[in-house]
């Protein structure tokens, strides 16, 4: 399962995404753990940085790219109160019965097959990570479509790190 992290060059709107995802506190560092939560009883010695360059790969994809872009935005949008009611309410609340935030996420889940929804689940329920910090309400922060997001990211690549590890046994 070999595969060498040579930095690729990013688009400026890739470059956009992964600063949005900066400035809310989550790293590439927090998502390949994630990943290795999810993958480290199926792999034999896994490694952080391979977690890492599945992480980069799922983050080089425009649709990820749009996902984020979009679900932060709404994100600080609503933290600033700039969104119309009833819509601000229910992003601050993070209501359950919602919802959209969990479709955006599932584009990015969808792109590496079905072994996504199945990660997605997991790490919704277990919220390992940085998912317990971001789903900490008394921050006054609104991470209602980051939350699905990361979870979303970190079960791509997780997928895809499974998908390659398969191919070359
Ligand atoms: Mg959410």
């Known amino acids: 399962m070999s595969e060498h992290n040579t930095p690729e060059p990013q688009s400026e709107v890739e470059k956009k995404a992964r600063q949005l995802l900066h400035d809310r506190g989550v790293t590439e560092d927090h998502l390949a753990e994630l990943v290795h939560y999810l993958q ?3 792999h ?3 490694e952080l940085e391979t ?3 599945n992480v980069d790969r799922v983050l080089a994809k425009r649709e990820v790219q749009n996902a984020i872009l979009t679900g932060v935005q709404l994100d600080i949008l609503a933290e600033q109160n700039k969104l119309e009611e ?3 309410q ?9 919802g959209v935030d969990e479709v955006i996420a ?4 969808n792109i590496y097959g079905s072994i996504g929804f199945t990660n997605y689940g ?3 329920k277990q919220k390992p990570g940085i998912l317990r910090m971001l789903n900490d309400k008394s921050t006054g922060q609104c991470h209602t479509f980051l939350d699905d997001i990361v979870g979303a990211i970190a079960a791509a690549a997780s997928s895809r790190l499974a998908h390659r590890a398969n191919n070359s046994e």
């Open 90 to 98: 229910i992003l601050k609340k993070d209501e359950g019965l919602y």
């Open 40 to 42: 480290s009883q199926y």
């Open 51 to 53: 977690c890492k360059i």
């Open 106 to 109: 599932l584009s990015i889940v």
């Open 86 to 88: 009833p819509l601000l």
């Open 122 to 124: 997991f790490i919704d």
């Open 44 to 46: 034999e010695n896994l």
